[in-house]
């Protein structure tokens, strides 16, 4: 059974700092691309952040550029987000998700697995 569990949200002051993590089961991790994505109240989920199999490759949205990190540990199986200088625009839920081969990372249909989500609250 394919588990992707989300941790590590809560509720933070503008200019803070949260660091996620999503632990997998079920799957050959290491064999797999891994995403963040986030969904805003009344908005699309969005594509946050990508990291291939290996780690050595990393792409992020412009929005998050700068200010966030996305790392992985194929002995843990798990990959994480570290989310720095944080603003209310990061307000959302944020899901991890897992990508075999091919598609477009930044395109949900191109993943096959998901994480049930992890609220962050960014307070002004």
């Known amino acids: 059974q394919v588990q992707l569990v989300e941790s590590g949200g809560g509720l933070v002051q503008a200019g803070g700092s949260l660091r996620l993590s999503c632990a997998t089961s079920g799957f050959t991790f290491s064999t797999y691309a891994m995403g963040w994505f986030r969904q805003a109240p009344g908005k699309e989920r969005e594509f946050v952040s990508t990291i291939n199999r290996s780690g050595g490759s990393t792409y992020y949205a412009d929005s998050v550029k700068g200010r966030f990190a996305i790392s992985r540990d194929n002995a843990k199986n798990t990959v994480y987000l570290q989310m720095n200088s944080l603003n209310p625009d990061d307000t959302a839920v944020y899901y991890c998700?897992?990508?075999?081969?091919?598609?477009?990372?930044?395109?949900?249909?191109?993943?096959?697995?998901w994480g049930q989500g992890t609220q962050v609250t960014v307070s002004s």
């Open positions: 998700a897992a990508r075999s081969s091919g598609g477009a990372y930044v395109m949900r249909s191109s993943y096959s697995y």
